[in-house]
């Protein structure tokens, strides 16, 4: 039987021929119900299959190359072939390309008797795919496509790569080495020129092609040069910014052939979708076990090793225990810095990236740069400050989404679909960015997120900067740094902790209202931006209306929950904290108890150091006294 087939590309006639004759071959004589063992990749020799899903296998998974002798369908080692008897390996070695496309599309590996995508939808593989068709129909075709790719030879009798695997390879150098597109594409015209038997794409254009069907890609949208607005959504299609009236566009001059040049957004947003990123987390079958590692680690020392031991991760489980009941749902922290990418070419740009970073995983994968999430990056020249806002929709809705209705994820680990929730429970900054981030006013004496109103300002004289010296008052009364002079300021600091945003001075509750006011305000008294004067004037006259401030606040902001981005201006403060300012209050009642038995102990001991002292007044007058009269008797015996 001639077998040279085998070595076929997939999807040939003689291949399509060939796989056909092994059907018959391996169920001559066979009951019409009975399963045979697959030989595709999926199953590897260890799932029976019925002839038509073989057949189906078959058609979509190339034949193992290195079977020759069908020991496991009917053939005898006796039997002539015209191909080489070659020693028979039924061991299936794991492909990485395979197996990464399989991750890209949520493709089960050990679920071998499952149909993959779409594929009892019927695909010419040369067809080309209307935008009219079903996003099924298009995913089908695309996994077919890098599939085909993943086995297509790089040029004819090589082994070693194939034509996606070269181009995976080739592509991971550029991100690794920092390679502009440009000379990609002329490393891949000079191999092109050199080798025109290999199939090498001619440009990175070209290569981006093959390497955007895996999946992960970003949206651009484009921004009002001013930071005023996204152009997206109900304001896609809008020329002009809706708040300064600038242009979307660059300016457009004509080209030297007198053609109009295409028009350029003047500002750029990429922003990188969070759903598929994290669901891509549970698709991967290294990644899918980790991301439930806080629930299942059973090991408790009582020591900070991870966000999970947090006072603010167990209030948070208690608070939202739907959240808690999975495992698998996603605890989100966001990072922001600016910095120069010209480094020092340019002294006069400053760009934004926004990553997120999962928490679920262990300490010694969750900090590692390949665990980290970009969420988007903001274009510079000048850092957007409280502008920030308006970059950050995209990812306040996507978390709005997450929260409230999740979406559907196959996890790889468990064998099953589930919905996915998310929440931002923590952000990561210097001052600067608190201060972009949270709307604070982070360039006073005010600055201290937890002094606030009862810092005595301390500015250094030098660098006239603002220091806070305040730490010591969270210490144990008797704690020896408390009366400590030198090593600090030179005064003793005996004060209480400060109180929380929900108390002033006189011990009363702020309001809601009042804690938004008094967070998104400057130091001259003006908000920090057009949204937060927005919303506080919207909630004076709801509170005018209803006579009810919470009601008031409940109908501008809505109903407080987890998962809302504080950064949105769109809620003030976690409940947590109106729900127990009793508690600080009695713990601050307790504590002037003993501030004033103290103050009295020190009375007292000072109003007896101050007899010792009369009491030695007394005694060196009278050895005075005393040398005086002995001088005179010496005196008259002379």
């Given at each position: 039987?001639?077998?040279?087939?085998?070595?076929?590309?997939?999807?040939?006639?003689?291949?399509?021929?060939?796989?056909?004759?092994?059907?018959?071959?391996?169920?001559?004589?066979?009951?019409?119900?009975?399963?045979?063992?697959?030989?595709?990749?999926?199953?590897?020799?260890?799932?029976?299959?019925?002839?038509?899903?073989?057949?189906?296998?078959?058609?979509?998974?190339?034949?193992?190359?290195?079977?020759?002798?069908?020991?496991?369908?009917?053939?005898?080692?006796?039997?002539?072939?015209?191909?080489?008897?070659?020693?028979?390996?039924?061991?299936?070695?794991?492909?990485?390309?395979?197996?990464?496309?399989?991750?890209?599309?949520?493709?089960?590996?050990?679920?071998?008797?499952?149909?993959?995508?779409?594929?009892?939808?019927?695909?010419?593989?040369?067809?080309?795919?209307?935008?009219?068709?079903?996003?099924?129909?298009?995913?089908?075709?695309?996994?077919?496509?890098?599939?085909r790719e993943g086995e297509e030879p790089l040029y004819?009798?090589?082994?070693?790569?194939?034509?996606?695997?070269?181009?995976?390879?080739?592509?991971?150098?550029?991100?690794?080495?920092?390679?502009?597109?440009?000379?990609?594409?002329?490393?891949?015209?000079?191999?092109?020129?050199?080798?025109?038997?290999?199939?090498?794409?001619?440009?990175?254009?070209?290569?981006?092609?093959?390497?955007?069907?895996?999946?992960?890609?970003?949206?651009?949208?484009?921004?009002?040069?001013?930071?005023?607005?996204?152009?997206?959504?109900?304001?896609?299609?809008?020329?002009?910014?809706?708040?300064?009236?600038?242009?979307?566009?660059?300016?457009?001059?004509?080209?030297?052939?007198?053609?109009?040049?295409?028009?350029?957004?003047?500002?750029?947003?990429?922003?990188?979708?969070?759903?598929?990123?994290?669901?891509?987390?549970?698709?991967?079958?290294?990644?899918?076990?980790?991301?439930?590692?806080?629930?299942?680690?059973?090991?408790?020392?009582?020591?900070?090793?991870?966000?999970?031991?947090?006072?603010?991760?167990?209030?948070?489980?208690?608070?939202?225990?739907?959240?808690?009941?999975?495992?698998?749902?996603?605890?989100?922290?966001?990072?922001?810095?600016?910095?120069?990418?010209?480094?020092?070419?340019?002294?006069?740009?400053?760009?934004?990236?926004v990553m997120l970073i999962p928490y679920n995983t262990?300490?010694?994968?969750?900090?590692?740069?390949?665990?980290?999430?970009?969420?988007?990056?903001?274009?510079?020249?000048?850092?957007?400050?409280?502008?920030?806002?308006?970059?950050?929709?995209?990812?306040?809705?996507?978390?709005?989404?997450?929260?409230?209705?999740?979406?559907?994820?196959?996890?790889?680990?468990?064998?099953?679909?589930?919905?996915?929730?998310?929440?931002?429970?923590?952000?990561?900054?210097?001052?600067?960015?608190?201060?972009?981030?949270?709307?604070?006013?982070?360039?006073?004496?005010?600055?201290?997120?937890?002094?606030?109103?009862?810092?005595?300002?301390?500015?250094?004289?030098?660098?006239?900067?603002?220091?806070?010296?305040?730490?010591?008052?969270?210490?144990?009364?008797?704690?020896?740094?408390?009366?400590?002079?030198?090593?600090?300021?030179?005064?003793?600091?005996?004060?209480s902790p400060p109180k929380t945003l929900s108390e002033?001075?006189?011990?009363?509750?702020?309001?809601?209202?009042?804690?938004?006011?008094?967070?998104?305000?400057?130091?001259?008294?003006?908000?920090?931006?057009?949204?937060?004067?927005?919303?506080?004037?919207?909630?004076?006259?709801?509170?005018?209306?209803?006579?009810?401030?919470?009601?008031?606040?409940?109908?501008?902001?809505?109903?407080?929950?987890?998962?809302?981005?504080?950064?949105?201006?769109?809620?003030?403060?976690?409940?947590?904290?109106?729900?127990?300012?009793?508690?600080?209050?009695?713990?601050?009642?307790?504590?002037?108890?003993?501030?004033?038995?103290?103050?009295?102990?020190?009375?007292?001991?000072?109003?007896?150091?101050?007899?010792?002292?009369?009491?030695?007044?007394?005694?060196?007058?009278?050895?005075?006294?005393?040398?005086?009269?002995?001088?005179?008797?010496?005196?008259?015996?002379?």
């Amino acid at each position: 039987m001639d077998k040279s087939w085998i070595m076929k590309p997939r999807g040939s006639d003689a291949y399509e021929l060939g796989v056909m004759e092994f059907i018959k071959f391996a169920f001559k004589d066979k009951p019409e119900n009975i399963e045979l063992i697959c030989p595709c990749k999926h199953c590897g020799f260890k799932k029976p299959q019925s002839m038509s899903v073989m057949s189906d296998h078959l058609s979509w998974s190339a034949f193992p190359k290195e079977y020759t002798i069908w020991l496991h369908h009917g053939e005898t080692v006796g039997k002539t072939s015209t191909t080489p008897n070659i020693s028979q390996d039924t061991i299936v070695v794991e492909d990485p390309i395979q197996n990464m496309i399989n991750d890209a599309f949520g493709i089960d590996r050990d679920k071998t008797n499952e149909v993959p995508i779409a594929l009892d939808v019927e695909i010419d593989r040369d067809e080309v795919v209307m935008p009219t068709e079903t996003q099924e129909r298009n995913e089908a075709k695309e996994f077919y496509e890098l599939t085909r790719e993943g086995e297509e030879p790089l040029y004819e009798g090589c082994t070693k790569y194939s034509r996606l695997s070269f181009l995976v390879k080739l592509y991971h150098i550029k991100c690794l080495c920092g390679m502009s597109d440009k000379s990609m594409t002329m490393i891949l015209e000079l191999l092109k020129d050199a080798f025109e038997f290999a199939k090498i794409p001619s440009s990175m254009y070209e290569a981006k092609k093959t390497i955007t069907k895996l999946g992960l890609n970003y949206v651009k949208i484009p921004a009002c040069p001013n930071n005023c607005m996204l152009y997206w959504g109900e304001d896609e299609e809008r020329e002009t910014c809706k708040k300064c009236n600038t242009s979307k566009w660059k300016s457009t001059a004509k080209a030297c052939d007198g053609n109009k040049r295409k028009k350029v957004p003047a500002k750029v947003l990429r922003y990188f979708p969070l759903k598929p990123r994290l669901q891509r987390l549970f698709l991967s079958s290294k990644t899918a076990e980790d991301m439930r590692w806080h629930a299942v680690d059973t090991k408790n020392d009582g020591m900070m090793r991870h966000p999970r031991d947090s006072k603010a991760w167990k209030q948070f489980d208690l608070t939202h225990p739907w959240f808690a009941s999975d495992p698998r749902n996603v605890r989100l922290a966001l990072a922001s810095d600016g910095f120069n990418p010209f480094g020092m070419m340019s002294t006069n740009y400053s760009i934004w990236p926004v990553m997120l970073i999962p928490y679920n995983t262990p300490p010694w994968v969750c900090m590692k740069s390949t665990s980290f999430i970009m969420s988007m990056i903001i274009p510079g020249k000048k850092m957007p400050g409280n502008d920030i806002d308006v970059y950050l929709q995209p990812l306040v809705k996507e978390l709005k989404e997450l929260w409230t209705t999740g979406v559907v994820t196959h996890d790889s680990f468990k064998k099953e679909r589930f919905t996915l929730h998310a929440t931002l429970m923590w952000t990561i900054s210097d001052f600067p960015g608190l201060g972009a981030l949270s709307g604070w006013n982070t360039y006073t004496g005010l600055a201290c997120p937890s002094c606030n109103m009862d810092f005595t300002p301390f500015r250094l004289n030098k660098s006239k900067k603002w220091c806070f010296m305040g730490h010591r008052r969270f210490l144990d009364r008797g704690h020896k740094f408390r009366l400590n002079k030198v090593r600090f300021d030179g005064q003793q600091d005996m004060r209480s902790p400060p109180k929380t945003l929900s108390e002033k001075r006189d011990g009363r509750k702020y309001s809601r209202g009042e804690m938004f006011a008094v967070s998104h305000k400057k130091s001259d008294g003006s908000f920090v931006n057009d949204e937060a004067k927005k919303k506080n004037d919207q909630l004076q006259a709801e509170i005018a209306k209803t006579h009810s401030e919470n009601e008031a606040f409940v109908n501008v902001f809505g109903k407080e929950h987890g998962g809302f981005a504080r950064s949105m201006g769109l809620g003030v403060t976690p409940s947590q904290l109106t729900t127990t300012c009793s508690a600080r209050l009695t713990s601050s009642s307790e504590d002037n108890e003993k501030m004033k038995k103290m103050q009295a102990e020190i009375d007292s001991l000072t109003e007896k150091a101050s007899q010792v002292d009369i009491l030695k007044e007394q005694v060196a007058f009278l050895m005075q006294m005393h040398n005086s009269k002995d001088n005179q008797r010496e005196m008259f015996t002379d």
